[in-house]
């Protein structure tokens, strides 16, 4: 714990450094903008695919693969060395873009989204254990807000990104583009990067990791129970349900006698800590889990193109990057977080109410200043659980609680991309055939829609408005949820200078 004791940065050369922390932000711009690139191709691989009950499962199965791998990363990087857990990681996600691009069917690519996962949940956590090597804690602090800019850019670039590649050569050209950028950063790691033999073999819990990815599966599978399994209370549904319980049971019992757990139990004896995990989940819910639903509801309900719903996604990060840098400078300065989590929820939950009575007809303008809101509302309580968990927790515990946090709002994206898909899925199934000359609502692309007769257009366009606005309804009343919870936060006063609010910091003084 002693910050005299901490090793000397990994690489001496200022210059190498800044071209090695090159190579990371790029994986980092890589595996962050997967996420967001595909949202706006989407439409046109369902077209493509069909199984438009399966959509939500494109996101859903790179978030759920990155956030149950997570924490196992980061004690595999203390156990083997960062640099070759780095490298893996980058092929893993390489070689999985690759299969995405090249897949024949629906399932084919999900499977290869999950692949893709498994290598980014990698790349996002060894790039701030790297950090942490490369940089002193003064100097790293600066490097870090250098990151949050490149996830603010991947968020903003990404759905425009992806519209025009789409509509330019085809949607698998987003993944496929992903293959040169992972051999580029794979050389530049692997011929300038040091390896540092660890110091220490901590005992990685691999148990509770296990334990804890099968916990966050079964709540995903659970969630789309109907549309798999045909019931949310059907044998197969209700099965994995009970699975789910014995595995978050078990789960408990191992981390109370883990020497090192994934999360520690102690962090749940102070409430701040729950309630801003459910913050977090709510905020996951409404902030990643609807991007892919956006891009899918402007392209039907309004008629954009790929690249022209992307556009308007700017606006959406435009209020994200306007929220965030705001609230972090007044955090810094006041010290408190909670009336900002108070604030976020409420600007989306209002965002949402009003998104829900929207309609064929409905002004573009209307809808873009209900995107921004929303972001802006996002953007205000974006640094608020990561800040408000590593001040509650002990310094030990600093980076267990941070990658709770980012678990949480992980897993709550991936169950909300269910839920909402099951929504979706659902009322379309309900009114799909009553539209004349359209034998399958689900396999038009943006290209065919444009191509249909006005009166034909307008119906579908009609048909999916009816079928976000319960959508919308619900991640109106997931705001609220966030917003109860804000409330009952304690209104503490952050000590003293900003110390805390540097997780790789404050994780590498805890070592």
């Known amino acids: 714990m002693d ?3 901490a090793p000397a940065p990994l690489v001496a050369d200022p210059r190498r450094r800044l071209i090695l ?29 069909g199984h438009l009950e399966r959509f939500g499962w494109i996101g859903s199965a790179y978030l759920l693969s990155l956030s149950a791998v997570m924490p196992v990363y980061g004690k595999l990087g203390d156990l083997f060395g960062r640099k070759y857990v780095m490298i893996t ?5 390489t070689v999985g873009s690759a299969v995405c691009g090249l897949s024949v069917s629906m399932n084919t690519l999900i499977a290869s989204r999950v692949l893709q996962g498994l290598g980014g949940g990698g790349i996002l956590v060894s790039i701030f254990s790297i950090n942490a090597d490369l940089f002193e ?32 050569f085809g949607w698998r ?10 051999f580029i950063c794979l050389a530049g790691l692997i011929t300038m990067l040091p390896f540092r033999k660890p110091a220490r073999k901590p005992k990685i819990d691999y148990a509770g990791a296990i334990l804890l990815a099968l916990t966050t599966t079964s709540i995903v599978l659970a969630a789309d129970g109907s549309e798999l399994f045909g019931s949310l209370f059907s044998a197969p549904t209700l099965a994995i349900i009970a699975g789910g319980v014995i595995c978050a049971i078990a789960w408990v019992l191992v981390e109370r006698r883990a020497p090192e757990p994934i999360v520690p139990m102690s962090l749940f004896r102070n409430p701040t ?47 994200i990057v306007c929220g965030s840098l705001s609230a972090g400078r007044m955090i810094a300065a006041a010290g408190r977080y909670k009336p900002f989590a108070i604030a976020s929820a409420s600007c989306s939950m209002i965002a949402f109410a009003f998104m829900s009575q929207v309609h064929a007809g409905t002004p573009i303008f209307l809808i873009g200043a209900l995107m921004l809101l929303h972001g802006i509302g996002i953007g205000l309580a974006q640094q608020v659980p990561v800040i408000g968990v590593q001040n509650a927790a002990a310094n030990r515990d600093v980076g267990a ?36 000359g359209v034998s399958n609502i689900e396999e038009l692309t943006p290209k065919m829609m444009a191509a249909l007769p006005d ?4 119906a579908v366009a009609n048909a999916y408005a009816a079928a976000f606005s319960p959508l919308f309804m619900t991640a109106a009343a997931t705001c609220l949820i966030g917003l109860v919870t804000a409330i009952s936060l304690k209104n503490v006063q952050l000590p003293g200078a900003s110390k805390k609010l540097d997780p790789a910091a404050a994780a590498h003084a805890a070592e």
């Open 3 to 5: 910050m005299q004791t």
């Open 21 to 49: 922390f090159f190579f990371l932000m790029t994986a980092m711009f890589m595996a962050t903008l997967d996420n967001q690139i595909v949202s706006t191709a989407l439409p046109t691989i369902v077209g493509e695919f």
């Open 89 to 93: 990681a980058i092929t893993i996600f």
């Open 137 to 168: 804690p003064r100097e790293r602090a600066r490097y870090q807000s250098y990151s949050s800019l490149v996830l603010m850019a991947s968020g903003a670039i990404g759905p425009v990104l992806g519209g025009t590649m789409s509509d330019l």
């Open 173 to 182: 050209s987003i993944f496929l583009v992903n293959v040169p950028i992972g």
């Open 273 to 319: 800590f729950s309630l801003l995990l459910i913050i977090s989940v709510t905020s996951g819910a409404v902030a990643i889990g609807m991007v892919n639903y956006f891009a899918l509801f402007l392209q039907t309900t309004t008629g954009l193109s790929p690249s022209m719903a992307g556009l308007l996604f700017i606006l959406l990060t435009g209020g």
């Open 401 to 436: 609680a941070t990658g709770a946090v980012t678990l949480s709002r992980m897993g709550g994206a991936s169950i909300a991309i269910s839920i909402y898909g099951a929504i979706i899925a659902a009322k379309l199934g309900d009114i799909g055939l009553s539209i004349p």
């Open 455 to 458: 009166a034909t257009r307008e």
